[in-house]
């Protein structure tokens, strides 16, 4: 008789590559093809994917599951990083614009990881705030196609801005990895 734990069974839905997170018939991200050509496009379909990455990593669960936080002591959760990136995303409007930042969408510092609760009305907001601040930035850098242009008080490059909103992106979906194979053991890139 096997040692009972509490750490979940490792486990992927894919079954044509075992370490994917989903068979590539399924895979939203899934781009047959040549890529897009040129700088901007390209940049634009990274930060897309990295986007339905976090939103893959986090379906499929409870408010309980998405509110956990899985590595102890950090008070990350995927819920949190819904949270966080909803943020980030309003915060980097204000790096872009002359006119007075925009107010924190969670109140204080760290309060979109803090304040959590496994809540579906809690999931639902975390969710429509993330995709009406992604949706706001993405306006507000369509009206600047020009990727050497710089904007607001920082001075900041619209290549500046993309690069590192996928890398802000890229980096959470790595934190989305560990804490959903902690909540249920699925795994997969």
């Not at 976090?54 to 008070?75: D, F, I």
């Not at 930042?101 to 009305?121: N, S, W």
């Not at 992604?134 to 369509?142: F, G, M, P, R, W």
């Not at 619209?158 to 560990?178: F, K, N, Q, S, T």
């Amino acid at each position: 008789m096997g040692r009972m734990t509490d750490t979940p069974a490792r486990w992927t839905q894919a079954t044509v590559h075992p370490d994917m997170w989903t068979d590539p018939d399924d895979d939203p991200r899934n781009n047959e093809g040549p890529g897009p050509d040129g700088e901007l496009p390209t940049l634009k379909e990274v930060l897309r994917d990295y986007r339905l990455t976090l939103l893959m990593k986090c379906e499929g669960l409870t408010p309980e599951q998405l509110a956990r936080r899985s590595v102890p002591p950090s008070t990350m959760s995927l819920l949190g990083l819904v949270r966080h990136l909803a943020e980030a995303e309003r915060d980097w409007r204000n790096w872009i614009s002359d006119g007075e930042p925009l107010p924190k969408l969670y109140g204080r510092r760290d309060a979109d990881f803090d304040e959590t609760v496994g809540e579906q009305a809690a999931v639902a907001a975390a969710y429509a705030d993330l995709e009406r601040e992604q949706a706001a930035t993405d306006v507000a850098l369509d009206a600047h196609p020009d990727l050497g242009e710089r904007l607001g008080r920082e001075n900041v490059a619209v290549r500046e801005l993309l690069v590192h909103r996928i890398e802000e992106y890229a980096r959470h979906c790595g934190h989305a990895d560990l804490l959903r194979e902690c909540v249920d053991g699925r795994v997969g890139q």
